[in-house]
T-cell receptor, first 114, second 111 residues
Framework: DAGVIQSPRHEVTEMGQEVTLRCKPI?????LFWYRQTMMRGLELLIY????????DSGMPEDRFSAKMPNASFSTLKIQPSEPRDSAVYFC????????????FGDGTRLSIL | SQQGEEDPQALSIQEGENATMNCSYK?????LQWYRQNSGRGLVHLIL?????REKHSGRLRVTLDTSKKSSSLLITASRAADTASYFC???????????FGKGTRLSVIA
């Protein structure tokens, strides 16, 4: 079975550019989560969706960050404009049946903003 | 905000030895989960223990939960070099919020 698929795996861009990260959750999963991982702050929850509806975006650091889930099989996380401090690994995860159920993670997008 | 706090932050052992990692948390939980993260990869779910359970096994993994002390431990027996990874605990608290992950324990198993 296909797991959570994220693209791109690596992204290097200059500050000020728009960055779009993509995620395809596991088919049938009704929750989708976006995380950011850094050495300093660990794994931070940015936003999560239930049945394609954003439930809590309180972890989104600034208005420069936005996320959408137009359908059950696709989500995007956009940063515009990007800044060097946004450099991190961004993970998407999905789960079925509740907020506290085991999550399945993609392999992340390593983002470097120069 | 972080709920689970793993201890130690880093652990280095020889192949064949047992590795024990601990997790403490602050609020009442429905369940506690352990995940593994290999370098450059996403987190992988290992095991879930419910608040009414005290011990659970899965292969070489043994998880205990003490709700009175708000703590859990993950024991990996007969460790292998392939067990080298970071291990995270995550709590499903009773506030109807998503899982909260700790900062992890980095385990190095030396062949």
């Amino acid at each position: 079975d296909a797991g959570v698929i994220q693209s791109p795996r690596h992204e290097v861009t200059e500050m000020g550019q728009e960055v779009t990260l993509r995620c395809k959750p596991i088919s049938g999963h009704d929750y989708l989560f976006w995380y950011r991982q850094t050495m300093m702050r660990g794994l931070e929850l940015l936003i999560y969706f239930n049945n394609n509806v954003p439930i809590d975006d309180s972890g989104m650091p600034e208005d420069r960050f936005s996320a959408k889930m137009p359908n059950a099989s696709f989500s995007t996380l956009k940063i515009q404009p990007s800044e060097p401090r946004d450099s991190a690994v961004y993970f998407c995860a999905s789960s079925f049946g509740g907020r506290g159920q085991p999550q399945h993670f993609g392999d992340g997008t390593r983002l470097s903003i120069l | 905000s972080q709920q689970g706090e793993e201890d130690p932050q880093a652990l280095s052992i020889q192949e064949g030895e047992n590795a024990t990692m601990n997790c403490s948390y602050k609020t009442s939980i429905n369940n506690l989960q352990w995940y593994r993260q290999n370098s450059g990869r996403g987190l992988v779910h290992l095991i879930l223990i419910r608040s009414n359970e005290r011990e659970k096994h899965s292969g070489r993994l043994r998880v205990t939960l003490d709700t009175s002390k708000k703590s859990s431990s993950l024991l990996i027996t007969a460790s292998r070099a392939a067990d080298t990874a970071s291990y995270f605990c995550a709590t499903d608290n009773r506030r109807n919020t998503p899982l909260v992950f700790g900062k992890g324990t980095r385990l190095s198993v030396i062949a």
